[in-house]
């Protein structure tokens, strides 16, 4: 008969996984919160320890930190939403839709021109929608910033302490431990600094250039522009290249050159082309077909916190991969 120390290692497992599942199930709700919480422990870490340093406390530290990004991030996110509200509505009422099917005419698309009143109906319909679903989740979100702000708080805190137990936790050797922790900084430094950053950059550099060419909404098209921009092979010329085009058919040909030519050189060749490739092979090195398919796979399995958990999961598939065929009966330490 077996003793039963023999099941305690199964009891263990069946424990741990069954708790895990459970614990899963507890914080899904909050999991955007948290993993958006974890992004920005990542992109305020080194101004952390430099403060650190310099104040000698790391509690003081990490509490300068949160409060300071409160103010610069949460109060302007509540205005630019605001805004970008009265943008959208302003765009509807003004929105010809003779100039719309007449701009589609003159580009060869006469069977799509007649299809622009269905489509700008199912479009009003859709932003009435979304702006409807975010007025009744307001205090999902107001939950979800405070979520955010005490896990910025306590991973700056606590972070090093973190980190130190997830790498003794880690069951391979110290050379396979390394290799894990620098593709995650390096995934990370990709996203970071190669899209999120550089798309922002680019989504502020349009919305000047839309207001000086006087596109109406500049602020709107400009938040369009960011969230493309983060899509790499597509980029801001999916923005910018059908606006000037269409500043162009409705008589502002001058307008639409110069909004091409500005947009043409800085947005698409000086930040898309120049500085996201610059970040991207000296930061990440990561290919952009991974960065495509997981930006948009990510987005679609955990919604705005896969452009962070997308790519770092594929890569870190990828990363298994190689260790499991590559040095198979070396990972265990």
Not at 138 to 167: A, Q, R, S, T, W
Not at 196 to 210: C, M, N, P, R, S
């Amino acid at each position: 008969m077996r003793d039963i120390r023999d099941y305690t290692e199964y009891f263990f497992i069946g424990a741990f996984l069954v708790l895990a599942y459970l614990t899963f199930l507890l914080i899904r709700p909050f999991f955007s919160p948290i993993v958006l919480s974890l992004f920005l422990v990542y992109l305020f870490h080194p101004i952390h320890v430099r403060l650190k340093k310099r104040i000698g406390s790391g509690l003081l530290s990490a509490a300068l930190i949160t409060i300071a990004v409160m103010i610069i991030t949460v109060i302007p996110l509540f205005i630019l939403v605001n805004l970008l509200v009265k943008e959208a509505f302003v765009l509807y009422e003004t929105v010809n839709i003779d100039t719309f099917s007449s701009f589609l005419a003159n580009l060869g698309s006469t069977q799509l021109a007649s299809y622009i009143p269905a489509i700008i109906d199912k479009g009003v319909v859709a932003l009435t929608s979304a702006i409807t679903n975010f007025i009744l989740t307001v205090p999902e979100k107001i939950v979800g910033i405070f979520i955010i702000i005490l896990g910025l708080f306590f991973g700056l805190k606590e972070g090093d302490k973190l980190i130190e137990k997830i790498e003794l936790f880690l069951p391979v050797k110290k050379d396979y431990r390394e290799k894990i922790i620098s593709k995650f900084i390096d995934t990370m430094d990709s996203v970071v600094y190669g899209s999120i950053l550089v798309g922002i950059l680019e989504g502020i550099v349009a919305t000047i250039g839309f207001f000086i060419f006087g596109v109406s909404t500049p602020l709107l098209w400009g938040f369009i522009t960011a969230v493309f921009a983060l899509l790499p092979f597509v980029g801001p010329m999916a923005i910018w290249l059908p606006l000037s085009l269409f500043l162009y058919f409705t008589g502002h040909q001058t307008s639409a050159i110069g909004l091409a030519i500005y947009s043409a050189l800085f947005l698409t060749l000086l930040l898309d082309n120049v500085l996201k490739h610059y970040f991207i092979s000296r930061k990440g090195k990561i290919h952009p077909l991974i960065s495509l398919l997981g930006v948009l796979g990510g987005i679609g399995l955990f919604g705005i916190t896969g452009i962070v958990l997308g790519p770092f999961l594929l890569t870190l598939f990828i990363l298994v991969v190689e260790f499991a065929f590559g040095g198979r009966n070396e990972i265990k330490g």
